[in-house]
C-alpha cells in the first residue's frame, strides 16, 4: 500500500537554507505535493512536482525528486522566521477514478532568529 | 471571498448533539473532499465528491453524512459523535479530481 514517510523536526537559523526530506512508495505516482500548515491554519499549497521531472524552482523553494529511490526533498533558501511551520509531503495514487493524496505525518519546521 | 472557507472554526458538542460543518469554494471547481487530522497521525480522507456526485466514502462511520447540494457547497452532517471524533475537519476543493487540491482552515471539532 502507499506510505509516505518524513522526519519529525528541524531547527534551523534564519537566513539558512532548510530541507526538509520524504520518501514514499508509490512508484506510480503522478504528482508529488509540498503542502504548509501554520498553527490554527489549513493546508496551504506551496508546490508540487510532475514525477517526470527531476527538480522545480519557484522562488525560494526548490523541489528535488529522486524516482530510482522514491525521494522527494523540499529545500528552502534564506529561511525566515515566517516560514516556521509543519510541513507535509503527499504523494498521489490513482484511485478509483481520482487522484487519492496521501499524506506524510508532516515535519515541524522552527526558524530561530 | 476566495478560496475554500469553512464554518464554524470551531465547535464543541455533546455526544448526542446534533451539528453540521460546512464548507464553501469560490474557485470554481468541480470536486470536494472531506478530510480529519487527528493528532500525531496523517491525514485521513473521508469523502469525495465529484460534480456533486460522491466517488468515495472511505470506511466512515455512518454517524458522519455528507451532502453536497452543488458544487460549490459540501457540508458535513455529525450525530452522535464519539469522543475520538475530535480532530481538526478539513475541507478542499480541485478542479476536478485529479487536479491539486486546495484546502480551507479547517473546523475544530471537540466532542464532550
Known amino acids: 500500500g502507499e506510505d509516505v514517510e518524513q522526519s519529525l523536526f528541524l531547527s534551523v537559523r534564519e537566513g539558512d537554507s532548510s530541507v526538509i526530506n520524504c520518501t514514499y512508495t508509490?512508484?506510480?505516482?503522478?504528482?508529488l505535493y509540498w503542502y504548509k500548515q501554520e498553527p490554527g491554519a489549513g493546508l496551504q499549497l506551496l508546490t508540487y512536482?510532475?514525477?517526470?521531472?527531476d527538480m522545480k524552482q519557484d522562488q525560494r523553494l526548490t523541489v528535488l525528486l529522486n524516482k530510482k529511490d522514491k525521494h522527494l526533498s523540499l529545500r528552502i533558501a534564506d529561511t525566515q522566521t515566517g516560514d516556521s511551520a509543519i510541513y507535509f509531503c503527499?504523494?498521489?495514487?490513482?484511485?478509483?477514478?481520482?487522484?487519492?493524496?496521501?499524506f506524510g505525518t508532516g515535519t515541524r519546521l522552527l526558524v530561530s532568529p | 471571498e476566495t478560496g475554500v472557507t469553512q464554518t464554524p472554526r470551531h465547535l464543541v458538542m455533546g455526544m448526542t448533539n446534533k451539528k453540521s460543518l460546512k464548507c464553501e469554494q469560490h474557485l470554481g471547481h468541480n470536486a470536494m473532499y472531506w478530510y480529519k487530522q487527528s493528532a500525531k497521525k496523517p491525514l485521513e480522507l473521508m469523502f469525495v465528491y465529484s460534480l456533486e456526485e460522491r466517488v468515495e466514502n472511505n470506511s466512515v462511520p455512518s454517524r458522519f453524512s455528507p451532502e453536497c447540494p452543488n458544487s460549490s457547497h459540501l457540508f458535513l452532517h455529525l450525530h452522535t459523535l464519539q469522543p475520538e471524533d475530535s480532530a481538526l475537519y478539513l475541507c478542499?476543493?480541485?478542479?476536478?479530481?485529479?487536479?491539486?487540491?486546495?484546502f480551507g482552515d479547517g473546523t475544530r471539532l471537540s466532542i464532550l
Open positions: 503527499a504523494e498521489s495514487a490513482d484511485h478509483t477514478g481520482f487522484q487519492k493524496l496521501v
Open positions: 512536482i510532475f514525477s517526470n521531472m
Open positions: 508509490d512508484s506510480s505516482s503522478t504528482y
Open positions: 478542499a476543493s480541485s478542479q476536478d479530481r485529479n487536479q491539486p487540491q486546495h
